[in-house]
């Protein structure tokens, strides 16, 4: 049978366990509620070498800061379009061969694929070297980039 005091030291163990339940609840749902969404922007242009339409490879983005990239095949008119958005930020700009890193080595035998695009200034051509940069801001982004000889 429950005394009062028996009775009375339940109903204080109870209130304790629903505080403490109560209070872990509220600290765990601000705990990897969703991070904070990065502004990103949709990137689309045109790239021109010598006043005419570039058509050849690929356009590549690369951020020092963030790690991020993308990269697209320059079409028949010189334009692009990145398959994904971008986080916001400064971007170098380069160009390379299509497929260039999309395959395995060569076979024994079988032609090397090309590490250069011809025609076009090799500092272009590297991450390093190129002066081509691109500031991606959220939304949309139409960039254009004039490459000279």
């Keep these: 049978m429950m005394t009062r005091t028996t009775i009375r030291l339940f109903s204080l163990r109870s209130h304790w366990l629903c505080l403490f339940l109560l209070?872990?609840?509220?600290?765990?749902s601000g705990c990897g509620s969703g991070a904070e969404a990065v502004p990103s922007g949709q990137v689309s242009g045109n790239v021109t070498f010598d006043g005419s339409p570039w058509t050849t490879g690929r356009i590549n983005?690369?951020?020092?800061?963030?790690?991020?990239?993308?990269?697209a095949d320059l079409q028949e008119d010189g334009s692009f379009t990145l398959?994904?958005?971008?986080?916001?930020?400064?971007y170098k700009v380069f160009f390379t061969p299509v497929g260039l890193g999309d395959q395995?080595?060569?076979e024994p035998g079988q032609p090397e694929p090309a590490t250069t695009l011809e025609g076009l200034p090799e500092k272009y051509q590297s991450e390093t070297t190129t002066d081509q940069t691109a500031t991606v801001k959220e939304g949309d982004n139409s960039l254009s980039f004039s490459l000279t000889s």
């Design 23 to 28: 209070a872990g609840t509220v600290l765990l």
């Design 83 to 90: 398959p994904a958005e971008l986080p916001a930020g400064e």
């Design 104 to 106: 395995p080595p060569a």
């Design 61 to 71: 983005f690369a951020s020092s800061t963030t790690g991020a990239g993308a990269y």
